[in-house]
């Protein structure tokens, strides 16, 4: 099984960055997501990390570390539309995924 | 292009009842998927199905059933509802032949337990 970490809350201000941190414990990784959901929406795909490194998507960037089982994903020039939950998922090699609780980004005018 | 359709949107339904949730997708896609989403807790697998025919458990099977008869369909049913069962549903599809394939979800289903 998985077990996924990631803060339940992050406040910033528009314009600025944001950095959501999340740490897993996994057997079989074949991959790691991250996903945004909108109040009362459901989740949409953000990004995708298999490999060691960086992936960047415009204003979204999202690393990954294997060795530490870690990732983040990276909010930069943060908009009033970015207020939202961000959830980590882990895959395993069935192509199942876990997902952390969640972490909401409110950002503030 | 509709991608996954849920229905109800929402229910209010008395413990004891039975009660089918509908997920279908238009995008051949051979997995399914359904989910719980419960504050504080994320999402939580119920079950899945990587191909028509087949299905399996996830993290939290127990009082939920499902079957695959085709790709498009995929219904999740609850034998006899109780309150804990009280959550937001959300059916999701995918590919699972690429390393980069993610999930699509859809517009999820508010079912609440009396």
């Known amino acids: 099984g998985q077990n996924i970490d990631q803060p339940t809350e992050m406040t910033a201000t528009e314009g600025a960055i944001v950095q959501i941190n999340c740490t897993y414990q996994?057997?079989?990784?074949?991959?790691l997501f991250w996903y945004q959901q909108h109040a009362g929406e459901a989740p949409t795909f953000l990004s995708y990390n298999v490999l060691d490194g960086l992936e960047e998507k415009g204003r979204f960037s999202s690393f990954l570390s294997r060795s530490k089982g870690y990732s983040y994903l990276l909010l930069k020039e943060l908009q009033m539309k970015d207020s939202a939950s961000y959830l980590c998922a882990v895959r395993d090699s069935d192509y199942k995924l876990s997902f952390g609780a969640g972490t909401t980004v409110t950002v503030r005018a | 292009i509709a991608g996954i359709t849920q229905a109800p949107t929402s229910q209010i339904l008395a413990a004891g009842r039975r009660m089918t949730l509908r997920c279908t997708q238009d995008m051949r896609h051979n997995a399914m998927y359904w989910y719980r989403q419960d504050l504080g807790l994320g999402l939580r697998l119920i079950h899945y199905s990587n191909t028509a025919g087949t299905t399996g458990k996830g993290e939290v099977p127990d009082g939920y059933s499902v079957s695959r008869a085709n790709t498009d369909d995929f219904p999740l049913t609850l034998a006899s509802a109780v309150p804990s069962q009280t959550s937001v549903y959300f059916c999701?599809?995918?590919?699972?032949?690429?390393?980069?394939?993610?999930?699509?979800f859809g517009p999820g289903t508010r079912l609440t337990v009396l």
């Open positions: 999701a599809s995918s590919w699972t032949s690429g390393s980069s394939d993610t999930q699509y």
């Open positions: 996994t057997s079989g990784f074949n991959g």
